[in-house]
């Protein structure tokens, strides 16, 4: 007699649309789902290592990677869970091993996802939570050190939030972004951010403006937690293009980190202090060193130096690719480019692609002094993406020059009919939304 045939199980992408379909918006800021789920899970986040947990509008990515490289260079097991992912799901969960820690495994993730959706039991939950409560549920199953946990967005109500009492909360740079979540005003947003900020555990934070500082302390006081704040707490500097790291326990001269871009200068420091005020990791200077100078997040300032994509240019061209999306990423990132010009000048041209709740103008208006070269893109598959006329009337309201284009590769082949005395600089940005998109056609997707 033959054995039944099995049933063939559905792909990640098939499950993650079934699972999508459990709440009827995408977005609904609230922990009460998120405690019933994980009460019915027999809550896998009080089995967790201990935790750093971080939030804020620009830099969560960049601080998580520096703060695993350097906890990986110093022999810890780091989980780390992240958002959102560039080309695969599994990107948003690195499992910690001796010697650094791997993407979760298709099987593994299909299991732990298809195991959260049998106790939640046809439950209202975001696709987000789901997500989350998987990431608790993997890091309790596997031993480790030190978890990672980046804010998905806000802080008070996002569903990473459910931690008591982690090791330390950490407060990148806070800024306009979301506001129809989050709130019109700096103050509002970064009230929902120091949300992380838990009674009695060290808050560290970077630079922040008068107003956002001003909300981050009051709550910290309210919580008795500690604050290191930067520019009080530590300070960072670039000297002789070295990162300088300075506090109460002494100063370290270290190598510039990898990443490229002063604000990563800022975001290395940042995960410096935040380890360097956890008394119970005892990391060394030459783990520090060398956790800046190994660590890598793609999509922030990543040169696209082979692939696909490289080959599609004007030959001898630059390409980079940044997820940059609001105001203030695109002043960094600006920032980064007039560093590369001083080096080395080009023509620079602009291939962007927005979602459509972002502020297009507050975000080109970084780069009006750079270029007057802006080539509008869509972004594929995103339904609420912005439609690139619009992004274009943008453009043409700073005084820009603008092209439309059905996608990246047209943008690049049009680019690469056009006659440059020396070979341009291009940046493709806009959202981590298209920048996913672009590392999977250029066949360098993040491993």
């Not at 008068?210 to 670039?238: C, D, S, Y």
């Not at 981590?432 to 998109?437: E, N, Q, V």
């Amino acid at each position: 007699m033959n054995a039944p045939a099995a049933h063939p199980q559905p792909s990640i992408d098939d499950l993650i649309a079934r699972l999508s379909t459990l709440h009827s918006t995408r977005i609904d800021l609230s922990l009460d789902r998120m405690h019933r789920l994980l009460q019915q899970l027999d809550h896998p986040e009080r089995k967790l290592a201990p935790v750093i947990h971080v939030a804020g509008t620009n830099g969560k990515g960049s601080t998580v990677a520096y703060l695993r490289a350097i906890l990986e260079a110093a022999g810890l097991r780091v989980h780390v869970f992240t958002s959102p992912w560039l080309v695969r799901i599994n990107e948003s969960f690195r499992i910690g091993r001796k010697g650094g820690g791997v993407l979760v495994g298709d099987d593994e993730l299909r299991e732990v996802l298809e195991y959260c959706e049998r106790v939640n039991a046809g439950a209202p939950l975001t696709f987000f939570e789901v997500k989350t409560a998987a990431a608790f549920c993997l890091f309790a199953q596997n031993p480790a050190d030190v978890v990672l946990l980046e804010v998905g967005l806000g802080g008070r109500f996002d569903s990473t939030n459910v931690i008591e009492q982690p090791l330390a909360s950490v407060l990148t740079p806070v800024s306009m972004d979301h506001m129809e979540f989050l709130g019109d005003t700096v103050a509002a947003i970064a009230g929902e951010k120091a949300a992380i900020i838990k009674r009695g555990v060290p808050a560290i934070s970077a630079e922040q403006t008068a107003e956002a500082m001003a909300v981050i302390e009051a709550q910290a006081k309210r919580m008795h937690a500690p604050l290191f704040a930067a520019g009080e707490g530590w300070h960072v500097n670039v000297e002789r293009g070295r990162l300088v790291y300075q506090d109460e326990r002494g100063l370290m001269d270290l190598a510039a980190p990898k990443l490229f871009g002063r604000h990563q200068f800022d975001n290395a420091g940042l995960a410096i202090a935040a380890l360097r005020t956890v008394d119970s990791l005892k990391i060394g200077a030459a783990a520090f060193e060398a956790g800046i100078v190994n660590a890598e997040w793609p999509a922030r300032m990543q040169r696209l130096a082979c692939g696909a994509l490289a080959d599609l240019g004007p030959p001898g061209c630059e390409i980079w690719l940044d997820g940059g999306h609001n105001a203030e990423g695109g002043r960094v990132v600006a920032a980064a480019l007039g560093d590369l010009e001083e080096r080395v000048s080009r023509p620079l041209v602009i291939i962007a692609g927005m979602m459509g709740n972002k502020d297009a103008a507050a975000f080109l208006a970084n780069f009006a002094g750079l270029t007057r070269h802006i080539i509008a893109v869509p972004i594929p598959g995103a339904d609420n993406a912005m439609p690139p006329d619009r992004l274009a009337a943008a453009a043409r309201g700073l005084g820009m020059r603008v092209e439309i284009a059905d996608g990246v590769e047209p943008a690049l082949q049009a680019l690469a009919k056009l006659a440059y005395e020396v070979p341009p600089r291009i940046l493709i940005t806009g959202s981590l939304y298209l920048a996913g998109p672009v590392l999977a056609l250029n066949g360098t997707p993040p491993r």
